[in-house]
């Protein structure tokens, strides 16, 4: 019958009640409810109260009782004694996130009587590998392949379902007078698992079991000894009635143990390996009669669980000599690659390479065409890469791949040597392994490198004493041109110049008439002034500021020379620290504000005057600042009969690069703006000591 409308409406507010009414009003009656919560419902705290039975107690953290709709655990108050199996509660209680599935905590119970445990679920491997019946009572019947004890009177069963076997952990000691190996059984126990805490997954299943008396025997299994016997070729090979789940009786000569519980046995041209149930001392060449149960390795059946009836002593086999480690994953004519999967072969192989693993030594030895991982025991001298080995071990094919039909061909084969002295050196490598030779070719290309660098750094070094050198020639050179016309100034113009001042004095004495003394006066006049300029172009000349590269020092040189005069007040500020310049440099930019000076007194009458330098981005600026009458900068500047101040300021400025620009505003003063561009390397430039000639 389908649902109507009116069944689909309700279905859907019963849905969306839950996420619409609080926590608080909720009360859940069964365990089924309890199981249907989401992780985000289970971890809100809803109230529950519950009528069942105990079917397991592990704790007073965990307890599982089952009603009529499943199972559910909850967990107890600490110091609070939890009820026994088989006792009925009313359990209440609030929702917790467990690990796998929702649960109850800080719950309380009150003791209604005693009941007789539920049936279990009829469940398959898969009911329980997926968790379907997790933390339910469930029934299995498999063959028992092992029973040990485990911890303190606790038993560890496993049970084989078909072809999967799961773990059954009972909370009793093993029964003494009897062996329920190869027995057909029936277990009732709890369906728990492994669970992987952070993803919260099922990551192995297994059973909780209370006592033997839930282990029930459907079909006993015959003696060890009566077993039905097989060849090693009828393992996993075709019979029409199938081999069967029980153990098998199997004969053959031991060729190497491996571990405690690996053995590999040869019958004839087949080999086989055989895990033991118990440790057993065995020794190559013993004759043994195993029995076990039949399993599929990665490539070839083994015996698994397999118990020793009957052993012995014999001399050890011989391996089967293999010509190349090619032959391994295909001996010539033969169509079945991977036939000698389990045997003890011996092969000639190159050691590439080797590394140490937690069982021993791996090496990686080489063929014509094939590689070969070999495994050997601790104790073995590992060769080094490129010495020529032969190495006696179990083959072993570890990954195969699809062939043509229906055919499984080995991919990956390793070789797993049993004792130190199954490996022989038989040629040692040359010193000059790659390795060595890389290191030495590494050493040669660091020096190379380090040599290299090293005259990177000489050539740089020599570079810059060169341009030093040339810088200081150079300044020494012009210092002394100088010197030399500072001198020749003195000698000749000054000289020349007090001896017309000499003959203008001897004159006035002769001359009577006003107008003619009043011409003397003014010719002595002159004569004076050029020999006071004369003196400072002198001294100019000779000044050690300029060849020091400071144009700090170069300008309050000119400050203090206009300052004597006492018309007008100079004053020099350096807005930031100011890198050493070319002496050329400081010379032009000294002549331009000493011009810029002169040009604010002469013309624009001015008592102030501001020299402000500064550096900004590889630049340096320089502004001449005065308080004088100022000028119209539209007319003034062009060039007039006689007058050649500012022309003198743009072509300084034009051998230094700089850029010279005047503003000024008649009665408000003027400025005279000088950016001068500087190279990257000007605030390393070499700050030249005075010569001693200055």
């Known amino acids: 019958m389908f649902p109507s409308r009116f069944h689909v409406c309700a279905l859907f507010v019963l849905l969306a009640l839950p996420g619409a009414l609080h926590a608080q009003d909720r009360v859940l009656t069964t365990a089924l409810e309890v199981r249907a919560l989401t992780p985000a419902e289970a971890a809100s705290g809803i109230a529950a109260r519950l009528r069942g039975v105990v079917v397991f107690v592990e704790s007073p953290s965990a307890v599982f009782l089952q009603d009529d709709t499943s199972t559910t655990f909850f967990r107890l108050p600490a110091r609070t004694p939890p009820p026994a199996v088989g006792d009925e509660i009313e359990l209440t209680s609030k929702t917790r996130l467990g690990l796998y599935l929702p649960g109850l905590d800080d719950s309380t119970f009150?003791?209604?009587?005693?009941?007789?445990?539920?049936?279990?679920?009829?469940?398959?491997?898969?009911?329980?590998?997926?968790?379907?019946?997790?933390?339910?009572?469930?029934?299995?019947e498999g063959i028992v392949r092992s029973v040990q004890p485990v911890d303190a009177g606790k038993s560890l069963l496993r049970l084989a379902m078909g072809s999967r076997v799961i773990d059954v952990r009972?909370?009793?000691?093993?029964?003494?007078?009897?062996?329920?190996?190869?027995?057909?059984?029936?277990?009732?126990?709890?369906?728990?698992?492994?669970i992987n805490t952070p993803r919260r997954q099922l990551v192995q299943p297994y059973l909780r079991v209370i006592n033997w008396a839930d282990v029930v025997v459907v079909g006993a299994a015959p003696p060890a000894a009566e077993a039905p016997q097989v060849s090693a070729e009828d393992l996993h090979a075709f019979r029409v009635t199938g081999l069967g789940e029980q153990r098998v009786r199997?004969?053959?000569?031991?060729?190497?143990?491996?571990?405690?519980?690996?053995?590999?046995?040869?019958?004839?041209?087949?080999?086989?390996?055989?895990?033991?149930?118990?440790?057993?001392?065995?020794?190559?060449?013993?004759?043994?009669?195993?029995v076990g149960f039949p399993s599929m390795e990665r490539f070839s059946a083994s015996v698994v669980d397999a118990e020793v009836l009957g052993r012995t002593p014999g001399p050890a086999p011989r391996p089967l000599d293999v010509a190349t480690i090619d032959e391994l994953y295909n001996r010539r004519g033969d169509p079945y690659p991977g036939k000698h999967d389990g045997r003890l072969v011996r092969v000639v192989g190159t050691v590439r390479d080797s590394f140490k693993a937690e069982a021993g030594t791996t090496l990686l030895l080489q063929g014509n065409q094939r590689t070969l991982q070999a495994r050997v025991p601790e104790g073995a001298l590992v060769p080094m890469a490129g010495a020529l080995v032969r190495l006696t071990g179990i083959f072993q094919v570890d990954s195969t791949v699809f062939g043509p039909g229906f055919r499984s061909d080995p991919e990956l084969v390793s070789l797993r040597a049993v004792l130190p002295s199954g490996l022989e050196v038989l040629r040692t490598p040359s010193w000059w392994t790659p390795r060595r030779l890389s290191a030495v070719l590494a050493a040669l290309a660091g020096l190379t490198l380090v040599a290299g660098g090293w005259i990177a750094i000489?050539?740089?070094?020599?570079?810059?004493?060169?341009?030093?050198?040339?810088?200081?020639?150079?300044?020494?050179?012009?210092?002394?041109?100088?010197?030399?016309?500072?001198?020749?100034?003195?000698?000749?113009?000054?000289?020349?110049?007090?001896?017309?001042?000499?003959?203008?004095?001897?004159?006035?004495?002769?001359?009577?008439?006003?107008?003619?003394?009043?011409?003397?006066?003014?010719?002595?006049?002159?004569?004076?002034r050029i020999q006071v300029e004369t003196r400072d172009l002198i001294s100019d000349l000779r000044d050690p500021a300029e060849t020091a590269g400071d144009l700090l020092a170069a300008l309050e040189s000119v400050a203090v020379r206009a300052n004597a005069d006492d018309d007008v007040l100079v004053r020099i500020a350096a807005a930031s620290a100011l890198p050493p310049l070319a002496a050329g440099t400081v010379h032009d930019l000294r002549m331009i504000a000493r011009e810029a000076i002169n040009n604010a007194r002469k013309h624009g009458r001015a008592t102030h005057v501001t020299v402000e330098v500064a550096t900004g981005a590889q630049q340096l600026t320089m502004r001449i600042v005065d308080n004088g009458c100022g000028f119209d900068a539209t007319t003034a500047l062009e060039r007039k009969r006689g007058h050649f101040g500012c022309a003198g300021m743009r072509e300084r400025g034009r051998k230094i690069g700089a850029k010279i620009t005047w503003h000024s505003v008649l009665q408000k003063g003027a400025t005279v703006a000088v950016v001068v561009p500087l190279r990257p390397d000007a605030a390393a430039a070499v700050s030249l000591p005075p010569s001693p000639a200055a």
């Open 110 to 140: 009150r003791l209604l009587g005693r009941r007789e445990l539920p049936p279990g679920i009829r469940a398959q491997f898969d009911d329980l590998y997926f968790g379907r019946y997790h933390y339910q009572r469930v029934t299995v």
């Open 458 to 528: 000489l050539r740089r070094q020599v570079r810059r004493q060169t341009a030093a050198l040339r810088h200081r020639i150079e300044a020494e050179a012009a210092l002394q041109e100088r010197h030399r016309i500072a001198r020749e100034f003195h000698d000749t113009l000054e000289q020349e110049l007090a001896g017309v001042s000499l003959r203008l004095d001897a004159l006035a004495t002769r001359v009577i008439d006003e107008k003619g003394k009043g011409l003397i006066g003014a010719s002595r006049n002159l004569v004076t």
């Open 250 to 290: 199997l004969e053959g000569v031991v060729t190497a143990t491996l571990g405690h519980d690996q053995v590999f046995l040869e019958q004839g041209a087949m080999a086989f390996a055989v895990r033991l149930g118990q440790p057993t001392p065995l020794s190559p060449g013993d004759r043994v009669t195993v």
């Open 170 to 194: 009972i909370e009793d000691s093993p029964a003494s007078e009897r062996t329920l190996i190869d027995h057909r059984v029936r277990i009732t126990g709890l369906a728990a698992g492994l």
